[in-house]
Every structure is written in C-alpha cells, then in structure tokens.
C-alpha cells in the first residue's frame, strides 16, 4: 500500500514510479486518449480492447455519469466538499471543475496511489481549496487522516465521497466491505456516495477474460453483480434511478440504438441522519 510518509514527501524509493506493471489509472489514461502512460500500459490496454471493445465508450460513459452525479450532488444535495479516491490522472473535465460550475467554494481533495497521478496533478494545486493525496484505497484510516485530508474537509459537515470506477481493483481478500464500512462510517448525515464499479453481468462471456489482463498489472480488477456493489453502499439509501448501468443513471439524452452494452454500474447513495 502507498501513502504519503510524515513529510509529505514523494521522492522515496516507495513512491517512484514502477514502469515494470501497468497501473489501472495509466490504462484509464490510455482508454481515455491521454498521453501519462507508458508502453507497458499501453501494451495491456490494446490488449484489454481487443477483448472488451467497448472499453473506450465505457470509461466514457463512466466519466459522465461521475459528472452528473457531482453536479446532483453540489446542485441538489448542497454539497460543498469533496473527496475523491481513486481519482486517477487529470481528465478534463476534472472534479473541482465540474462542482465549481454550480459552486466556486466547493473544496476538493484526490487521492490515488500512482505516484505519477501525483506528479501530474500537481498543477491542481494552484486551485484554490484543491489538494492531490498520494494515498491508497486499502488503507482507508491512512486517508481519512492525513493532514491535508484533514485540512480541506470537514467530517462534522455533509461532503461527497467519490470512489469511481477503483473499488473493482479491490480483491475480495483485501476486504472491500470493510474498506467501505470505514469510509461510510467516517461520513456524517446528508453525505453522498457515488460509487461505479465494473460487472461481467451484461455481456455473456461476463468479460472474465478482459478482466484477465489486469492480473499482470499492479492491481486485478475483480468484476462483481448486482448484487454484491449494492452491498458496498451499505444502509445508505440510494436515489433514483438506484443502481444501475452508468448510461441509465440519469442520462442527458437516450442511448443510441448501436450503442455498446457498458458493462458498469453506478449509483449514488446519502447517508439518512
């Protein structure tokens, strides 16, 4: 697991970049058309798509349901900070950006655990109430207080909790449900969790060797049903439409009749209280 040491620092031996994996958030990258990845990424994505050839409208697909999601969220919801694991390299859009749209005050801090997500999101910092965490999923305590966490949010008060499209890089074996239970716990009443992850429910091979490709890189994706990503909201309630596959919740305009079947559900829950 990463995290940033007392000094804040990400220079040492544990924070360098490791080019010998892919990372999931190079691939993502790469999916995307950006350019912060390196060949071995781009070598397990190619092979990624040719095994799932929709990825690339699904990652999109997934960004946009991320976007209406945060703009529900700060419009509807009145929320004004934000923390987003898993955030991944910038991608415009970026979350800051989006939330401050509807409302310039929104603080926002990202955390990932790819010291070149790090690296590339430091221009971030010259955004007002903005902060980049290197941190890790995994280790939810280490995240909930590190300081500069601890600086831009306020646990006392309502915030958005985003983990997009990272939760399926979570092994059963690493406890994915209490890595949630931590996270959720942490929120006070009125908070928001919008979560996506990967499934093999919609197509018929259940995508089990796409997902293969990832078993060489520095973490599996771990597709999962229905059933088991609701459990990762817990007793939060789920607004409408509730869990569903990204292009169904709230879409700005009905799909396409070619358009792909996108293997990745989203939702967005609130913590009643």
Excluded: C
């Amino acid at each position: 697991m990463t995290s940033l040491g007392s000094d804040g620092r990400s220079d040492s031996p544990a924070h360098r970049i490791d080019t010998s994996k892919p990372h999931p958030a190079r691939m993502y990258d790469y999916f995307l058309g950006g350019k912060d990845h390196y060949e071995v990424d781009q070598a397990a994505a190619e092979e990624f798509m040719k095994r799932a050839p929709e990825v690339r409208e699904g990652v999109l697909a997934n960004r946009r349901f991320m976007r209406r999601a945060v703009e529900h969220a700060v419009a509807e919801g009145g929320i004004r900070q934000i923390l987003d694991i898993g955030t991944g390299l910038p991608t415009e859009p970026n979350v800051h950006q989006i939330a401050r749209a509807v409302a310039p005050d929104t603080r926002v801090v990202y955390v990932d655990n790819d010291p070149i997500v790090s690296t590339h999101s430091m221009a971030l910092l010259d955004e007002p109430d903005t902060a980049v965490v290197l941190a890790d999923l995994r280790d939810p305590r280490a995240i909930l207080d590190h300081p500069e966490v601890r600086r831009l949010i306020d646990f006392d008060e309502p915030l958005a909790l985003l983990l997009v499209a990272v939760v399926h890089f979570v092994s059963d074996a690493q406890d994915p449900d209490g890595i949630l239970a931590t996270l959720r716990d942490a929120l006070p009443a009125g908070s928001y969790l919008v979560l996506s992850h990967a499934t093999g429910d919609v197509h018929e091979d259940h995508r089990e060797d796409a997902a293969a490709v990832y078993d060489k890189a520095s973490a599996s994706m771990n597709l999962r049903p229905h059933a088991r990503v609701l459990d990762f909201f817990g007793d939060f309630p789920l607004i409408e439409p509730g869990l569903v596959r990204v292009t169904d919740w709230r879409p700005e305009e009905p799909p396409r009749p070619d358009a792909p079947q996108i293997g990745i559900y989203g939702g967005v829950g609130r913590k009643d209280g």
